[in-house]
């Protein structure tokens, strides 16, 4: 059984940075890629940024340059580092990853962009 808890939303200015964290519990987290999520209301749940087991990074367009992910294996951690947040990344920011063709998600962290 894998757990996912995010932390570090929080309501920003436009061009402030926040930095989400994604602790993993359960299973042997290096051997899992990982991903981090957002959604609004009345959208698809979109994929922001990925990361592989050996810390290749993947991002969204609408990110690329801006945020970057990044996983600690001594900590069971993977975080995602946003800078130069615009009021268009608002949304709850979901951890995710997929063990045995099962998906796992976090409970999401609200992030707030005012303009």
């Known amino acids: 059984q894998v757990q996912l808890v995010e932390s570090g939303g929080g309501l920003v200015q436009a061009g402030e940075s926040l930095r989400l964290s994604c602790a993993y519990s359960g299973t042997i987290f290096r051997f899992n890629a990982m991903g981090w999520y957002r959604q609004t209301p009345g959208k698809q749940r979109e994929l922001v940024a990925a990361?592989?087991?050996?810390?290749?990074?993947s991002y969204a367009d609408s990110v690329k340059g801006r945020f970057t992910i990044s996983r600690d294996n001594a900590k069971n951690t993977v975080y995602l580092q946003m800078n130069s947040l615009k009021p268009e990344d608002t949304a709850v920011y979901y951890c995710n990853t997929d063990r045995g063709g099962i998906d796992y998600w976090g409970q999401g962290t609200q992030v707030t962009v005012s303009s």
């Open positions: 990361i592989g087991t050996a810390g290749r990074p």
